[in-house]
């Protein structure tokens, strides 16, 4: 489950990536249902992996 991270909200640096479109969507009703943007959505998804990451 995620958790909203506050730390994650002043993300500054801009890159561009690329999804499918049915990722893309899923990503997007996920956001809208949990009152977030996309991109805050993506830095959780993002930290979690590497939070959870087997080294």
């Known amino acids: ?6 730390e ?3 993300a500054n640096i801009p890159r561009t990536i690329r999804f499918t ?12 249902k949990n ?4 991109n805050h959505l993506v ?4 930290k979690y992996a590497m939070d959870n990451a087997e080294e």
């Open 43 to 46: 830095l959780l998804c993002c």
């Open 8 to 10: 994650l909200k002043n």
């Open 21 to 32: 479109e049915k990722m893309f969507n899923q990503l997007n009703e996920y956001a809208a």
């Open 35 to 38: 009152e977030i943007s996309f």
């Open 1 to 6: 489950m995620f958790k909203v991270d506050n």
